[in-house]
């Protein structure tokens, strides 16, 4: 036989368990949570593969084409719920030294610049890294930066160029017929080629 404080325990379990009903409600609603999620993974998943052979297409199938048909520019006339649209190859130019790169890859392409006399395209980042206790060090290092004998063992410069500032030079070079061998892009993560911008065409 139960004791008394067993039965009491049962009955306050069966009194806090929800109805049934209840449950399988919110059952469901979690499993259309569930396959809701799913989905717009799925989604996700082929937009992204969509874009990506778009993307192929804009910078290596379509500018192929164009310079195999001898043109740079075609339109494409509206049909049924779909507007007209023009397709222009134009030159494309890229260039980015990652900071996700190893950093004797960054080094690597920012000597590079420095060696070409373009020094001036790179940012510098003086961090000075100060602990805990270190308020007095702090007020010196704001009124005397750069002159303190122990304040170089907190110096790190950090170098970079912002990929549109180094995208715009590489640009200006090509322009100007200053074109860059393999080995040099590659340093330098830039790409030289052409790319087809797809839009809807202006009215007319």
Known sequence: MKTIDEELEADAAAQAAPPPDKLDRLRAACVAARDLDLEIQDL???????????????????????????????????????????????????????????????DAGLNWLEDKGQGDLITRTIEINLGRNEHKLFEQVMKVLGKMPTLMDHIKVRRAVPWNTLTAWLRERYVNNEDLGDTDLQTLGAVVGRVVNIKPAKEK
């Open 44 to 106: 996700e998943g082929r937009a992204s593969a969509k874009k990506k052979e778009l993307l192929d297409m804009r910078y290596k199938g379509l500018p192929d084409l164009f310079m195999s048909a001898g043109v740079s520019r075609v339109d494409i006339d509206a049909s049924g719920n779909m507007p007209a649209y023009e397709a222009k190859m134009t030159d494309h130019y890229h260039a980015n030294i990652s900071s996700a790169w190893p950093i004797e890859r960054q």
